[in-house]
């Protein structure tokens, strides 16, 4: 069985570009969330989407935005980048509900120079 | 709202124990445990529910008390396998799953 893909796995932009990154959830989950690691920091809640709706946000700023396709794969964008948006972002999808794991994909490293 | 982890970091010999607690300022629907090696994704390592039942590997253990939101994963005979960083997230509910910001866990021979 697949697991959690995230592409690309690395990504140089420059400050003020956008940039997007893809997830492809194991097959028969509905729920994707994004978290951001920066160094330190754990692992900050982004975004979570189900069943193609956007569910709950962290405290990130609006030009940290997503989607979720009919397919359940999703994709996360950063607008008007800045270079503190430099970290490791993962992505993990799961069955709906209080008492299903979470898969992590290996994560996208976005450098902002 | 972040759970809130401790200790922030422990050095252990191969061999002794640990005890990694998590504890939540909202009432909590499940806990969940997760291991992330360096340069690695994070992997599962346990959910405990209200009520007291528990879906996980067999060789770690962890306790939940509902009424204090607090959560406990106990590591015994530490390996040098078990080095890395541990998370507990919170959620379940409406607002989804969040992780603390992890205890690094250094095993030495």
């Known amino acids: 069985e697949a697991g959690v893909t995230q592409s690309p796995t690395h990504l140089i932009k420059t400050r003020g570009q956008q940039a997007t990154l893809r997830c492809s959830p194991i097959?028969?989950?509905?729920?994707v969330y994004w978290y951001q690691q920066a160094l330190g920091l754990g692992l900050q809640f982004l975004l979570w989407?189900?069943?193609?709706?956007?569910?709950n946000r962290g405290n990130f700023p609006p030009r940290f935005s997503g989607r979720q396709f009919p397919n359940y794969s999703s994709e996360l964008n950063v607008n008007a980048l800045e270079l503190e948006d430099s970290a490791l972002y993962l992505c993990?999808?799961?069955?709906?509900?209080?008492?299903?794991?979470?898969?992590f994909g290996q994560g996208t490293r976005l450098t902002v120079v | 709202q972040q759970p809130v982890q401790s200790p922030q970091a422990v050095i252990l010999r191969e061999g002794e124990d640990a005890v990694i607690n998590c504890s939540s300022s909202?009432?909590?629907?499940?806990v969940h445990w997760y291991r992330q090696k360096h340069g690695e994704a994070p992997v599962f390592l346990m959910i405990?529910?209200?009520?007291?039942e528990q879906k996980g590997h067999e060789k770690i253990s962890a306790s939940f008390n509902e009424k204090k939101q607090q959560s406990s994963l106990y590591l015994t005979a530490s390996q040098l396998s078990y080095s890395g960083t541990y998370f507990c997230?919170?959620?379940?509910?409406?607002?989804?799953?969040?992780f603390g910001k992890g205890t690094h866990l250094i095993i030495q021979p």
């Open positions: 993990a999808s799961r069955y709906r509900g209080p008492n299903t794991e979470a898969f």
């Open positions: 097959s028969g989950h509905t729920s």
């Open positions: 989407y189900d069943e193609g709706e956007e569910r």
């Open positions: 909202k009432a909590l629907y499940s």
């Open positions: 405990l529910l209200k009520g007291g």
């Open positions: 997230g919170t959620g379940g509910g409406a607002d989804g799953l969040t």
